[in-house]
């Protein structure tokens, strides 16, 4: 029988997802986009798993460098979170609208947010339009632990 494509997005997009800025470093340049496709893969080692989609400037620089950051966004940045993944005039622009640090690893690491982390990637599944990689917490930061930012709240939605 034929996949019921109205279904199976209904369906998909019931899974809950949290709303992240993905930071990558390359050269000495960063750049970042909002990812919703993030989860935890292990307690030990502990290890989150990220979608990528192929086509987008950061998902080279992820698999050259094999490091990517997370920052955890507070429930009130949804308007931060449309300045990345709207276009950009240049590679990293997006981070005029967001001051940020580099972490430990080299990671852009948002100043105003609950915080971040830095991954180092351990595998990658690359079969479909997005790769998904596999990456171990190497460093965590928290700023202010408040309520995070979830797709739901914001009424986009990506996929399904
Ligand atoms: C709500 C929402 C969630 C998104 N989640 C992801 C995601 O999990 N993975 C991904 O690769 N792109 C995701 N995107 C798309 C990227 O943010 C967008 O393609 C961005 O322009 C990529 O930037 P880059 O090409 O500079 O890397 C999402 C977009 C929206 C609107």
Known sequence: MALDLEAKK????KIPHGLFICGVSEGGEVN????????????????V???VRREGSSHGIIERTKLFSLNFLRADQKDLAAVFFKPQKALGGRFEAA????????LPLLEDCIGGIECGLVDQVSVGDHTVFVAAVVSASIQKDCEALDLASTGWSYGG
């Open 49 to 51: 798993v990220m979608a």
């Open 10 to 13: 209904v369906l998909l997009r």
């Open 32 to 47: 970042g986009f909002t990812a919703s496709w993030v989860t935890q893969g292990s307690f030990e080692p502990p290890l």
């Open 99 to 106: 001051p940020f640090v580099l972490g430990e690893f080299g």
